[in-house]
């Protein structure tokens, strides 16, 4: 079904609807462009909250799959309404942000930079005592600015409506109509708008992901605050002394681990769950005060032991973080919402990750990983602009992408490798160039270059790079290790 809209929102002011702004915009093709943002500012995951309490609102409601529900709507709009925790509660929300105060980008700025907006020559000083000053890597700060740059450059400001939570997204006769709540002056402001289509860019960094282990709600219910998520992790701080289990085998994992590894007793307990994730492997556990278990298989809330799958066992344990990953969330759409609920930790019905496979005026920009992030938001984001002006080549029939969805699920399961676009990134960023062909003569359309086989090369060389910093952070630990036995 072809589709061509007038006017179009995106929901998240993060770089996924940084991008996607910019790309309708710059399509010259739509009379209103409005984007929608819960935070005070842009940057969406990348606005560090440090201010907000860290906390789980119900550990058993996200093991369950239950959390992160929508919320009652006024039953008269417009309307006011006071301050309460069930509706503007960060943690009761998961609003808060996963940032850490030394938290770095961890791709090659020359791919994961837009293809028009470079990010700046601007190294922290952790980042050049760590890696030196052709480090690949970017503060959290500097990515932020970043983000705001992609909207004040282009003018794009005046389409912002920030603190402001999209309660509700419903298809009405034909239209999008959009309940809006606006949190200022320490009251709600309720409203409506309608559009013609939708740009879902809000991450899936929101609702943190716990695997379901005997034992672990009740161990949280008798020992409140041991068990953490890596979302909540700010820094090493609190974990100085501690005996801490982190779980978990991917990038989450690996920066908790050697965030605290200075500071909390050693050693730091690993446990993982089969194989770690294979671009970095082994490498980031391979330190002198890493200890590496299998998985946890029961956690014991009367004595507070915890078991794994190794057969070994560990009392006294003061913290354990999970670094296992996040799950979908729209709570303010409900059919897709239900649809998640029914699934295994990826958004079902969408096509290639960016179409809704029922209703093509809705579409999602940055629901993926895998590598290449951001650069390929830029190519999911002038498809679907392109796509929604009406320009683009059109989507496969219905059965086609009902079938991809099909073997995607039986080849990938669910989790992270069904969302991720590794190893076919040339096979991905080419279809989505394909979508969206060349811009209109005459507008000021986005250019897609062709996937270029470079950039493969410099993703292996960012992994290479992180690599070798565990090396080296490994081996002045083993050095500093035989100093301390020579002077015995």
Same mark, same amino acid.
């Given at each position: 079904?072809?589709?061509?809209?007038?006017?179009?929102?995106?929901?998240?002011?993060?770089?996924?609807?940084?991008?996607?702004?910019?790309?309708?915009?710059?399509?010259?093709?739509?009379? %209103?462009?409005?984007?929608?943002?819960?935070?005070?500012?842009?940057?969406? %995951?990348?606005?560090?909250?440090?201010?907000?309490? %860290?906390?789980?609102?119900?550990?058993?409601?996200?093991?369950?799959?239950?959390?992160?529900?929508?919320?009652?709507?006024?039953?008269?709009?417009?309307?006011?309404?006071?301050?309460? /925790?069930?509706?503007?509660?960060?943690?009761?929300?998961?609003?808060?942000?996963?940032?850490?105060?030394?938290?770095?980008?961890?791709?090659?700025?020359?791919?994961?930079?837009?293809?028009?907006?470079?990010?700046?020559?601007?190294?922290?000083?952790?980042?050049?005592?760590?890696?030196?000053?052709?480090?690949?890597?970017?503060?959290?700060?500097?990515?932020? $600015?970043?983000?705001?740059?992609?909207?004040?450059?282009?003018?794009?400001?005046?389409?912002?409506?920030?603190? %402001?939570?999209?309660?509700?997204? $419903?298809?009405?006769?034909?239209?999008?109509?959009?309940?809006?709540?606006?949190?200022?002056?320490?009251?709600?402001?309720?409203?409506?708008?309608?559009?013609?289509?939708?740009?879902?860019?809000?991450?899936?960094?929101?609702?943190?992901?716990?695997?379901?282990?005997?034992?672990?709600?009740?161990?949280?219910?008798?020992?409140?605050?041991?068990?953490?998520?890596?979302?909540?992790?700010?820094?090493?701080?609190?974990?100085?002394?501690?005996?801490?289990?982190?779980?978990?085998?991917?990038?989450?994992?690996?920066?908790?681990?050697?965030?605290?590894?200075?500071?909390?007793?050693?050693?730091?307990?690993?446990?993982?769950?089969?194989?770690?994730?294979?671009?970095?492997?082994?490498?980031?556990?391979?330190?002198?005060?890493?200890?590496?278990?299998?998985?946890?298989?029961?956690?014991?809330? /009367?004595?507070?032991?915890?078991?794994?799958?190794?057969?070994?066992?560990?009392?006294?344990?003061?913290?354990?973080?999970?670094?296992?990953?996040?799950?979908?969330?729209?709570?303010?759409?409900?059919?897709?919402?239900?649809?998640?609920?029914?699934?295994?930790?990826?958004?079902?019905?969408?096509?290639?990750?960016?179409?809704?496979? $029922?209703?093509?005026?809705?579409?999602?920009?940055?629901?993926?990983?895998?590598?290449?992030?951001?650069?390929?938001?830029?190519?999911?984001?002038?498809?679907?602009?392109?796509?929604?002006?009406?320009?683009?080549?059109?989507?496969?029939?219905?059965?086609?992408?009902?079938?991809? /969805?099909?073997?995607?699920?039986?080849?990938?399961?669910?989790?992270?490798?069904?969302?991720?676009?590794?190893?076919?990134?040339?096979?991905?960023?080419?279809?989505?160039?394909?979508?969206?062909?060349?811009?209109?003569?005459?507008?000021?359309?986005?250019?897609?270059?062709?996937?270029?086989?470079?950039?493969?090369?410099?993703?292996?060389?960012?992994?290479?790079?992180?690599?070798?910093?565990?090396?080296?952070?490994?081996?002045?630990? /083993?050095?500093?290790?035989?100093?301390?036995?020579?002077?015995?």
């Amino acid at each position: 079904m072809p589709v061509k809209a007038r006017r179009v929102a995106v929901i998240g002011a993060g770089p996924a609807g940084a991008i996607a702004t910019d790309a309708l915009v710059k399509e010259q093709a739509f009379e %209103t462009v409005r984007v929608f943002d819960r935070r005070a500012g842009i940057g969406g %995951t990348w606005v560090y909250t440090p201010h907000l309490p %860290t906390a789980i609102p119900s550990l058993g409601d996200l093991v369950s799959g239950k959390a992160d529900v929508a919320i009652p709507i006024p039953p008269h709009l417009p309307t006011v309404t006071p301050i309460s /925790e069930e509706v503007n509660g960060h943690q009761r929300r998961f609003s808060d942000t996963a940032l850490h105060e030394n938290l770095h980008s961890n791709i090659t700025p020359a791919i994961m930079s837009y293809t028009q907006e470079p990010f700046p020559d601007k190294l922290s000083p952790r980042t050049l005592a760590e890696y030196g000053p052709g480090a690949p890597f970017r503060h959290h700060t500097v990515i932020r $600015e970043w983000i705001e740059g992609i909207f004040s450059r282009g003018g794009h400001e005046k389409l912002l409506e920030l603190n %402001t939570t999209v309660e509700r997204a $419903e298809k009405v006769g034909g239209e999008w109509v959009l309940t809006l709540r606006k949190e200022t002056l320490g009251r709600n402001y309720w409203w409506r708008e309608t559009f013609d289509a939708l740009v879902v860019a809000t991450g899936h960094y929101n609702v943190p992901w716990f695997p379901s282990i005997p034992g672990l709600v009740d161990y949280d219910r008798k020992f409140p605050g041991r068990i953490q998520h890596s979302k909540h992790f700010r820094n090493a701080r609190k974990f100085k002394g501690k005996r801490v289990v982190v779980v978990g085998g991917s990038i989450s994992a690996h920066e908790v681990v050697h965030e605290i590894l200075d500071v909390a007793q050693s050693p730091v307990y690993a446990a993982l769950r089969g194989e770690p994730i294979p671009a970095f492997g082994w490498e980031p556990f391979l330190h002198p005060d890493i200890a590496i278990k299998k998985e946890i298989t029961r956690f014991d809330p /009367e004595t507070g032991r915890v078991f794994f799958k190794d057969g070994s066992s560990l009392d006294d344990v003061d913290y354990i973080i999970f670094g296992t990953g996040y799950t979908f969330s729209v709570p303010y759409i409900p059919h897709v919402q239900e649809r998640i609920r029914n699934a295994y930790r990826r958004l079902p019905g969408v096509y290639q990750h960016t179409w809704d496979i $029922e209703d093509p005026t809705l579409t999602f920009v940055g629901m993926l990983g895998g590598g290449f992030t951001f650069r390929v938001y830029e190519w999911q984001a002038v498809a679907v602009a392109r796509h929604l002006a009406g320009r683009a080549k059109a989507l496969p029939p219905i059965p086609e992408q009902l079938e991809w /969805e099909r073997k995607r699920v039986a080849e990938r399961g669910g989790g992270k490798d069904y969302y991720s676009i590794a190893p076919d990134y040339g096979a991905y960023f080419e279809f989505l160039r394909g979508i969206a062909g060349e811009p209109a003569p005459g507008t000021n359309g986005r250019v897609l270059p062709a996937f270029d086989e470079k950039w493969l090369e410099l993703w292996t060389g960012m992994v290479a790079h992180k690599i070798e910093g565990f090396q080296r952070k490994r081996k002045r630990a /083993e050095e500093a290790r035989g100093i301390v036995k020579a002077k015995l």
